[in-house]
Structure formats: C-alpha cells, structure tokens
C-alpha cells in the first residue's frame, strides 16, 4: 500500500513526476534495513520502531521502485525537533500532509526513493499499514489483482497521482474489510469517494433539498473538512473553520445516522480538540441548537461568546458555547514501571519502548 493519501495541494506538485511501476526487486528489504538504522538515529529515543510497509515490503509485488517506511514513536510532536537530522538525510518535511496526527517525509524530490509515514505508538493506522501488508504477502491472488491495477493506473495516469490514488481507493478499502481492521481515520477529504460522502452527509443533515451554499470552502486554507473512518467505511465528517487569535469555529460535525449512540459522535469531536490543539488553537467554538447542547455540554462545552470576525449571524436560538483546548490523555506522558529482582534475577522494563 504505497502513500495513497495526501492533501490535494501536494499533490498537484508531484505532478511532473511520472508514476512507473517495476517488477519486484529482491533488493528492496536491504534498502529498507539501511536506511531504517539512518531514520532511527535521526529521530532519536522517540523511535520505538520501524517497519517496512507499501507494494516494496511484499516479496513478488510489482511496485513503484519507492521505499515506503512507517517509524512507531512515542510522541508524535516530539517528531517536530528532529526535521533537522531528517532533512539532513535528504528528506523533505511534509507535515502531516493530510492525514491527521501523522509525520510524513519524502526523500528525492526529482527522482522520488523513500517516503516515511511515522505515526505514534497506538495509533490505528499503523495496525491498518501492517494488516494491509500481511494480507497481501498470504494472498497472492489478491497482490496480483493489486498490481494489474497499479499497472493500468499508472498507464492511463502517468502524471496524475491523485488519480492513481483514486483509482486505488475502492481496491485498498476492500482489502481493508478483508483484513479485519478495526480501527478510526481522522484525514482531510481528498478522494472521490471522500468528497461524495462530505457532499452526502452536508445535504442529507444539513441543507436537505436546498441548494449548499458553502461549497466554496472546499479548497479555502482556512477551511478544513475531515471525514471519520470506522473501519474501512466513512461515518462521519466535520468542517472547522480556522480564525484569528487560536480560535476555531465548528460549523458542522455529524455522524451518519446508523452509527449514532455508540460514543463515535464524542470520539471524533475529542479527535478534532486533539488535532487542533497540536495546531496550537486555544479554542473550539460552537453555535449549537438546543437539541445538540446536551451533547457538547457532557463533553466540557459551556457559554463562551462565538465573536464571529466575519460578522456572520447564526440562528438566534442558538447557544453560544465553547471549549478550551488541552492536552489530549492519548498524548500524556507514559508512566515507566520498573521491576528489578537480585543480580541472579532481571530486569524487566514495561514503557511502551524497544
């Protein structure tokens, strides 16, 4: 599963790059076990560990000739601080490059060679990389599918990656229901089948038979439109609307009716906090209708004044809430439990490291 996902801006710059896609080169693990000792020296103690993910890691499976690399770390911003040494090593930092809570570097700008997803440890990407990975190394009759695809894709698009990725889309999701992932994705809207179901649920919850007049801030900076996997479906979305001075507005956030009072809507609120503190907002504000504030207020919201810089007036039976981002308990500082016996016996260390 090479690097299908990345926000469409980026995209677009890796157009004048040609997609080829080559036979399997047995040389490709020892690429991988080199260069994984560089990354973890560059990222440091932070690193748990490497592994060796996308078409290059399954034995036989045609790929583009590009080492894709998932590092396991403990705290994902810490990642932030070692841009130096991984630039050092000719990467080029991407940022989270539309996939939330991720690092993402790619290496040979003209002639592409490594790209490297780090993730930190409990995030369920990495399950779904390694799950995606397993399954097509003891399923050849789907690896082989894969690369038929792959081969078409990138003869039909050989300078549009983000057609080769949608093109790609319905095949990974497949292997992902095959596999048995279990897990959420938190990643900005990019796909064809992405932006259908922002489209959907906006019309379907929101603006019903009337025409969506908001349409234009899909491709504002200011604007972000996440959409929330649960396993290889998507069940909801939200549009944050970035302001001045650290605040954030929430415009929408809705699950799709069938997976509702199952605690998704309250886990994909507190994945938006967390993602926007890491942004460095301050606050998430809420004008929300009295059926909803129940909602927002068990998670913390109280009255806060929604100052829209716009000037835009909501409905006036709205409540204006809000909240103060913090610190998220997903990326609070593990505790180290240590137990030592006599020098006949060990020492055993339980922190989540090597």
Not at 197 to 204: D, F, H, I, M, Y
Request: with cysteine; aromatic share 12%.
């Amino acid at each position: 599963m090479e690097s299908f996902i990345m926000p469409l801006p980026d995209a677009l710059s890796d157009i004048m790059n040609k997609i080829e896609v080559v036979e399997y080169d047995p040389n490709w693990p020892e690429l991988f076990e080199v260069e994984a000792e560089r990354i973890k020296q560059a990222l440091g103690h932070n690193c748990i560990e490497i592994h060796h993910i996308g078409s290059t890691s399954i034995p036989g499976l045609s790929a583009k000739p590009i080492i894709d690399m998932l590092p396991v770390v403990r705290n994902i911003q810490e990642v932030d601080k070692a841009t130096k040494a991984m630039e050092s090593l000719g990467y080029e930092v991407k940022g989270e490059y539309g996939i939330a809570f991720r690092r993402y570097f790619q290496k040979g700008k003209s002639l592409r060679t490594h790209n490297v997803h780090v993730y930190q440890e409990g995030d369920p990407e990495i399950i779904r990389y390694l799950n995606f990975r397993n399954w097509m190394r003891s399923h050849p009759d789907d690896a082989n599918s894969y690369a038929k695809l792959k081969l078409e894709l990138a003869k039909k698009f050989p300078y549009d990656s983000l057609q080769y990725c949608n093109g790609k889309d319905a095949f990974v999701a497949n292997i992902d229901v095959k596999d048995g992932f279990d897990g959420w994705r938190i990643v900005k809207a990019l796909t064809d089948r992405e932006w259908d179901a922002v489209r959907l649920l906006r019309q379907k919850y929101f603006f019903k038979s009337k025409e969506d007049p908001y349409t234009w801030t899909f491709t504002h900076k200011d604007h972000i439109h996440f959409v929330f996997y649960k396993n290889a479906e998507i069940i909801g979305y939200a549009h944050l609307q970035l302001w001045p001075e650290n605040r954030v507005a929430l415009r929408i956030i809705v699950v799709d009716e069938h997976y509702r009072k199952l605690g998704f809507g309250s886990q994909f609120l507190r994945l938006c906090e967390r993602w926007l503190y890491h942004q460095g907002f301050k606050k998430l504000l809420i004008q929300s209708s009295q059926e909803a504030c129940q909602f927002y207020r068990r998670l913390g919201y109280t009255e806060m004044p929604f100052n829209d810089p716009d000037g835009y007036k909501g409905d006036p039976r709205d409540f204006e809430i809000g909240k103060c981002l913090t610190v998220d308990r997903m990326d609070r500082p593990k505790i180290s439990i240590y137990i030592a016996t006599s020098i006949d016996g060990y020492i055993a260390r339980k922190d989540g490291g090597h």
